[in-house]
C-alpha cells in the first residue's frame, strides 16, 4: 500500500483483492489499510495460490468499513 488519492478505506474491494493477489499488499495489510478482509480458501502449505483462491469476505470487510466509520 502506499500514497494515493482519497480515503483508502473507500477503495474497491475488488482491486483491494487484486493487491493481494499479486502481493503488493499482505491481507494483514490490506485489513489494517484498507479495511477489506481478504481470505485464502486453500490449504496453508499449498505451493501455489490460486487468483480464485483468494477471497473477500463481505461480512467481515463492512463490519470492519462500519466500525472506523
Do not use: H
Not at 473507500?10 to 499479486?22: A, G, K, L, N
Not at 499482505?26 to 484498507?34: I, V
Amino acid at each position: 500500500g502506499g500514497g494515493g488519492y482519497g480515503d483508502p478505506f473507500s477503495r474497491d474491494p475488488e482491486r483491494v483483492r487484486q493487491d493481494v493477489i499479486e502481493e503488493y499488499v499482505s491481507p494483514e495489510a490490506a485489513a489494517r489499510e484498507y479495511g477489506v478482509v481478504v481470505r485464502f480458501t486453500g490449504k496453508d502449505d499449498e505451493m501455489v495460490r490460486l487468483p480464485e483462491q483468494w477471497v473477500i469476505d463481505k461480512a467481515a470487510t463492512a463490519a470492519l468499513r462500519q466500525a472506523r466509520r
